[in-house]
């Protein structure tokens, strides 16, 4: 199993960016995916998450309206559209498989930086 995040960078509050995650190795469709963020200091927490057919979604309440996670199971690319950047975006966002991930257990990207900063 691989999965290759990109999209990070730095951005100024109110911005966007839109996450990539490349999946391979195992069959992408049939699995739900989400994506996974951890800030210095803190505790990884679920951003968003998406049913493998890609009908269900669920969101962290302070992304919700902002974000938007999507996938194409032709491409096995799982995406995360992020608006209206908040500093508190601010972390090292993941994709992993699942509904209800833990870090350290499964298949993880290698994470990608997500700044917002001024």
């Known amino acids: 199993v691989q999965l290759v995040e990109s999209g990070g960078g730095v951005v100024q509050p109110g911005g966007s960016l839109r996450l990539s995650c490349a999946a391979s190795?195992?069959?992408?469709?049939?699995?739900?995916m989400s994506w996974v963020r951890q800030a210095p200091g803190k505790g990884p927490e679920r951003v968003s998450v998406?049913?493998?057919?890609?009908?269900?979604?669920d969101y962290l309440d302070s992304v919700k309206g902002r974000f938007t996670i999507s996938r194409d199971n032709a491409k096995n690319t799982l995406y995360l559209q992020m608006n209206r950047l908040k500093p508190e975006d601010t972390a090292v966002y993941y994709c992993?498989?699942?509904?209800?991930?833990?870090?350290?257990?499964?298949?993880w990207g290698q994470g990608t930086q997500v700044t917002v900063s001024s």
């Open positions: 998406i049913s493998s057919d890609g009908v269900q979604t």
């Open positions: 992993t498989t699942g509904w209800t991930p833990t870090m350290g257990v499964g298949s």
């Open positions: 190795g195992f069959i992408f469709g049939s699995r739900d």
